[in-house]
């Protein structure tokens, strides 16, 4: 943001932006899932040969090619479609392209979504479905390089950005953390041969083209277990550590290969593509051969229950806005050091019945201003929900045109000064009116039970932020407020959300805000539970700690947690054989009601 007074022009293109950004999606039950009229298309040259003209700009930052790229979008359940485990290896290309309920690609989809707005495409691609790698043959079939050769043609035709990259892939990047290290040696190998393979077939695309190191992969997933039973084995630092090494061989191979490679842009996933973990100093970007052609990359679905699962259907207040706004500042970290940044994934996906959330528009809104604000290039998550690619249209008009209004072509005529001025009041605007969620005050203590149910469908404050609106709709929570040392009992009731109950668990805790600057060093001791009207009995010893030194809290079903922390309180002060996941979910099923009876006390 530029320290200069605004001019009238500058407010009312921010009056103008409100304007459309503040509009809904007016969906009426009569509306079906598969939108509108047909939007006009780009009418480009039918023929596919590449229309690219295989210029490198040498003298083009980072920086200013994620400016370039306007919006961007992915080509979402398509190549990254995994069908092995159905199909092996070897069936034809369309088989694993439809694989998860999408069209094949064509030129005609492809100008739909530039006609629609968007001058970039991610095209997310599992490539061992054409890989028979356990038998150590790591050669990608030539007819799915090909195929993802065709549609990079076509974006390249409609005059759009492209990034590629090797997505979950089946999860073989689980191989990494392996506990053998002839397993964790082959993943090594099938990186750098998958890489040679994409980088050489290629090279000859201009700078329009980007490579994308991985996807969510490159983290703690890299002791995922899918394809790598005996997965697991590193630790969090280690994690860190392969996540720079594969980041750099990346680099290595692509940039060895020469030719266009040579000065490419290059997008570094970030750790797990989390913001937090991405501005941690153990991540590292790694060096090059070329200045200014690395860009970082990460996702953005936050609160995941509303953006990804169905158990928020609502966003918005005070509190939502301040946090996203903080989130995405940190990625300022990297634009300092001169380092492009994109979004590569966002999106609040719709609800149960097909239509979008209350708030979309908001959150999009919001979202879409920070990165105009900082300079970030978003590359939107769609699986035909709003962007219909079976009929070319639109889900919701309103937020089809609110997409258009901030489109590159939209805003031609504006400076980048112009655009950032607009976003920042536009921002301001939106928070000065967002809803209040009250906060808690300091000198006030609150205990509550967070609790994920294991289909994600429904949630209730979830997070060492105690907020009880952040819950299902007809969620009861019975939160309790700590006075002192004594006996409490908190509780949830699912009866009245959509279901009448949560289905199991997949994560839970005793949360107590305040908690460790108004009791430190107290500790949670659970004395019953009770689960639809019976007596549940834990199967392991929970303990007490914090994660962020604010919340007290005790994990109640809690997988996530890797290794147990050096800092946690027991009732009896011995720390062995403690556990994270003292309930167990496989013996849940349905949950009506649960409540948590637990004495707090000072610790030993």
């Known amino acids: 943001m530029k320290n200069k007074k605004m001019s009238v022009s500058y407010w009312l293109i921010a009056a103008l932006l409100m304007v459309v950004g503040m509009s809904a999606c007016q969906q009426t039950p009569e509306d079906t899932t598969t939108g509108n009229d047909t939007p006009p298309v780009v009418v480009v040259d039918n023929d596919t040969s590449n229309l690219d003209d295989g210029s490198i700009r040498p003298e083009l930052t980072s920086l200013e090619v994620v400016d370039l790229m306007g919006l961007g979008i992915n080509l979402s359940n398509t190549m990254e479609a995994y069908g092995r485990s159905a199909f092996g290896v070897g069936r034809p290309v369309r088989d694993y392209e439809t694989h998860w309920g999408q069209p094949e690609t064509t030129q005609e989809i492809i100008d739909f979504l530039k006609a629609s707005g968007f001058d970039a495409l991610r095209i997310p691609v599992a490539w061992t479905n054409a890989m028979a790698f356990e038998t150590g043959d790591y050669t990608i079939g030539d007819d799915y390089l090909a195929r993802v050769e ?38 090594m190998d099938i990186y750098v041969a998958m890489w040679t393979q994409i980088s050489e077939r290629y090279n000859h695309f201009s700078d329009f083209v980007m490579f994308e190191s991985a996807n969510e992969e490159l983290g703690f997933r890299l002791n995922d277990k899918d394809i790598a039973a005996d997965s697991g084995t590193l630790n969090d630092d280690e994690c860190f550590e392969m996540t720079n090494l594969i980041n750099q061989t990346f680099v290595d191979v692509v940039r060895g290969t020469g030719g266009n490679n040579a000065s490419r842009f290059l997008l570094i996933a970030g750790f797990n593509t989390n913001i937090n973990l991405t501005i941690d100093e153990r991540f590292e970007m790694p060096t090059d051969t070329v200045d200014n052609k690395l860009i970082i990359k990460v996702h953005y679905y936050d609160p995941d229950g509303y953006c990804i699962n169905i158990s928020l259907s609502t966003w918005g207040t005070e509190k939502d806005y301040t946090h996203m706004n903080e989130q995405l500042k940190k990625m300022e970290q990297f634009t300092r050091m001169g380092y492009g940044v994109v979004l590569g994934e966002y999106a609040v996906m719709v609800d149960r019945d097909g239509t979008p959330k209350a708030n979309t528009l908001d959150w999009h809104r919001n979202f879409l ?30 937020f089809a045109d609110f997409y258009k209004s901030r489109s590159r ?37 609150m205990a509550w039970l967070m609790y994920n149910s294991g289909d994600w469908a429904v949630i209730y404050s979830v997070g060492d932020d105690y907020n009880p609106e952040a819950k299902t709709g007809g969620v009861e929570a019975t939160d309790v407020e700590i006075t002192g040392p004594g006996i409490y009992t908190v509780a949830l009731d699912f009866t009245d959300t959509i279901d009448g109950f949560a289905n199991s668990i997949v994560f839970s805790a005793i949360g107590i805000a305040n908690g460790e600057a108004l009791f430190p060093g107290y500790v949670i001791d659970i004395l019953e539970i009770v689960i639809n009207g019976e007596v549940y009995e834990m199967i392991g010893r929970p303990y007490t700690a914090t ?32 556990t994270t996941m003292p309930v167990a979910p496989e013996a849940l099923g349905k949950v009506y009601t649960i409540s948590i009876t637990f004495d707090f006390q000072p610790g030993e």
């Open 409 to 445: 072509a939209a805003r031609a005529r504006m400076t980048r000064d112009e655009i950032e001025e607009a976003a920042f009041y536009e921002m301001r605007y939106d928070l000065s009116n967002a809803r209040d969620a009250g906060r808690l005050p300091d000198n006030i203590a």
């Open 547 to 578: 994660d962020d030194g604010k919340t007290t809290r005790l994990n109640l079903y809690n997988h996530w947690v890797t290794a147990i922390p050096n800092d946690i309180r027991t009732v009896d002060g011995i720390t062995a054989g403690v």
């Open 150 to 187: 065709e549609i990079i043609h076509y974006a390249r035709n409609a005059g759009m950005y492209v990034v590629i990259n090797d997505h979950w892939d089946g999860g073989w990047w689980g191989m990494f953390g392996s506990a053998n290290p002839d397993t964790r040696a082959a993943a």
């Open 369 to 398: 201003n920070n990165c105009a604000l900082y300079g970030y290039h978003p590359m939107l998550w769609d699986t035909s929900q709003f962007y219909v690619r079976h009929t070319l249209s639109y889900l919701c008009e309103d």
